[in-house]
């Protein structure tokens, strides 16, 4: 009969589904970071108030992300990181990996 190896194998597969649906999370959440980042760093070049920038960053990086703005010798240095915990009810039980990004911005004369 089939029904025994598809009960064996359907765990396999369940963890399989899981562990794709997180890598796609993980992807999301870096491209999420990159744009926040560099969203940020073009609204302190543009010599937005730091409160403002990082309204900006925070409003496009996943929820919980850390937003840090350096400013040195007329460039704008936006560095945006979040950890992504799986999704569902296994999620706060495993490691999450911290995604990161960094955008470098000249500052606009003005």
Do not use: K, N, Y
């Amino acid at each position: 009969m089939v029904t025994a190896e598809i009960a064996a194998g359907f765990p396999a597969l369940v963890v399989v589904l899981l562990m794709a649906v997180w890598a796609v999370t993980i992807a999301a959440g870096h491209l999420r970071c990159t744009d926040a980042a560099r969203e940020a760093a073009r609204a302190a070049a543009r010599g937005e108030d730091l409160a403002v920038v990082r309204d900006v960053a925070t409003e496009a990086a996943p929820q919980g992300a850390e937003v840090v703005v350096d400013e040195s010798d007329g460039t704008v240095q936006v560095r945006v990181s979040a950890r992504m915990t799986m999704p569902g009810p296994l999620g706060d039980t495993l490691p999450a990996p911290t995604v990161s990004a960094r955008s470098v911005a000249l500052a606009e004369a003005g």
